[in-house]
């Protein structure tokens, strides 16, 4: 069933573009920053030990998150985008989305037998309940990124957050003298709760509330969602696996205590990512309601944005590692604060490709992306069981670094060439690079901050540099071609 966009032409403008990014950004920050508040509880709450064996079973769910995700929120912006009854693609998501949980869980299972012990497993399946409301109301989140409204996705979000930081401070008042099993309880218990108050925030009322016949889907509608949304969801569960296996290594190798400091670098960095990254939320949405014309033009602006606040957040990752460490966790996790810096250049190379992504998903080549991202994931596996008996946490940092800039590069040179002059290649490549460079000056010693500072403040001007001409008719990379990016003919 088809319906009238929802989206007029003059609300995809570069001045609404920004503005939205900056919206989603600073809502996403504000529940990052609630999440770290958590975390910070926890590590105190927990100890380092079982904090280490908490952050095993965080890390596996959210590969099952991933997994029943399957790309669904991506492809229901798509259909809404061409029109589609958007009741009718909010519901087909949530039946579609039950269906890839079952799969996550049987994922889930064998894994945790296999290479957890009792204390992990335990900690894996109290988040499973939250995690599953979660995902029952991806597809809401989906029609408030459609409709623009990125305020309302990120007051939620903010909102969960809120709740699930104030029950585990609750728990922390009396909870240090429980047994570990009653304290992994009352902190799933926490996350159940933070996570029904965002699907709850979401749900539309009044002029809002959802257009189109008040009918249930039918399975084909599912089954359509779901194999429109698999190579993207392949993609996407690949990609997270890619990023957290690094963590289920460290765990089936043994190395609890350092886990855990691993997982606070890990922490700082996801938080960053995510906050940052929301932003190409922002370009996904305009480029969806856009024609083919114009979509162009939105992702390398977008991407240029990203690329801008990656450099910035890289550098704030490595320059205030030991604060940021400090709050999470406190003194007892040392190790975190060369991870982390070790960690920085993930933020750019993550952030910089995700506009790529984007492209390939609009432009219905997603299949694309499995491919990228199981040599990715396999690159990372490898390096991992290479270097971590060699160099301990510092070896995974190494080996997630080196596979997410592989990734990276594969991923924007497929979308250039899907779609010429949408992908910024020289503000991607000096941040990639600079970013680099100055995060491992930044951590082969203390008295390389200086020098990394000067080394980013370098790369950031570039970088702005180079945006202008991003936001301009003229690509500097490519000096009398023609450009996709003109803007539309005032005739």
């Known amino acids: 069933m088809r319906a009238a966009p929802l989206v007029e032409r003059d609300r995809l403008s570069g001045r609404s573009l920004v503005s939205g990014s900056a919206v989603q950004m600073g809502g996403r920050a504000a529940a990052i920053v609630l999440q770290a508040a958590s975390v910070a509880l926890l590590t105190r ?19 099952v998150a991933a997994v029943a995700e399957f790309g669904l929120t991506a ?8 029109g589609e009854a958007a009741r009718s693609v909010v519901r087909s998501c949530a039946l579609a989305s039950l269906v890839t949980g079952l799969v996550g869980l049987a994922i889930a299972v064998p894994t945790s037998f296999a290479l957890f012990d009792a204390s992990k497993r335990l900690a894996l399946w109290v988040l499973l309940p939250g995690t599953a409301v979660e995902l029952g109301g991806i597809g809401l989140v989906a029609y408030w990124q459609h409709r623009l409204a990125f305020a309302r996705n990120a007051l939620a979000s903010a909102a969960g957050q809120a709740v699930g930081c104030a029950l585990v401070a609750v728990v922390l008042l009396d909870g240090r003298r429980l047994g570990e099993s009653a304290q992994f309880l009352a902190v799933g218990g ?27 889907p039918a399975a084909r509608d599912v089954r359509s969602l779901l194999l429109a949304a698999l190579p993207l969801g392949l993609a996407g569960s690949l990609s997270l696996m890619h990023m957290r296996a690094d963590q289920v290594i460290l765990a089936a190798l043994g190395y609890r205590r350092s886990l855990a400091s691993y997982a606070i670098a890990y922490q700082v960095l996801q938080g960053v990512v995510v906050a940052v990254g929301s932003v190409g939320a922002v370009g996904f949405s305009f480029m969806a309601a856009s024609s ?46 060369h991870v982390s810096r070790l960690l920085a250049p993930v933020v750019v190379l993550s952030v910089g490709n995700t506009m790529a992504g984007r492209v390939l998903i609009v432009e219905g080549r997603a299949r694309s992306l499995v491919y990228v991202a199981s040599g990715a994931l396999l690159v990372n596996v490898a390096l991992c069981l290479l270097l971590i008996p060699r160099y301990g946490i510092g070896g995974a940092a190494v080996a997630t670094v080196s596979s997410e800039a592989l990734g990276a590069a594969l991923v924007v040179a497929i979308a250039e060439r899907a779609v010429p002059t949408s992908q910024p290649v020289a ?19 203390s008295g390389g901050v200086p020098v990394s500072l000067g080394l980013w403040a370098a790369t950031l001007v570039g970088c702005l540099l180079l945006s202008r001409e991003a936001w301009s008719r003229r690509d500097p990379l490519r000096a009398g071609a023609p450009c996709a990016l003109e803007e539309p003919d005032a005739r």
């Open 190 to 216: 926490a996350m159940l709760a933070a996570s029904a108050t965002v699907v709850a925030l979401l749900v539309p009322r009044g002029p809002d509330r959802l257009a189109g016949a008040p009918r249930s």
């Open 75 to 82: 492809m229901a912006v798509v259909r809404m985008g061409r």
């Open 292 to 337: 083919s014309g114009d979509r162009a033009r939105h992702a390398r602006r977008s991407a240029a944005l990203l690329c801008d606040l990656g450099v910035v957040a890289s550098a704030g990752v490595a320059l205030l590692a030991p604060v940021a460490v400090y709050l999470l966790g406190g003194s007892s996790y040392d190790g975190a604060l």
């Open 45 to 63: 709450l927990l100890g380092q030990a079982r904090f280490g064996d908490f952050s095993a079973g965080l890390a596996t769910v959210g590969i």
């Open 427 to 445: 503000i991607l490549v000096v941040a990639a690079v600079g970013s680099t460079a100055a995060a491992l000056t930044s951590a082969s010693s």
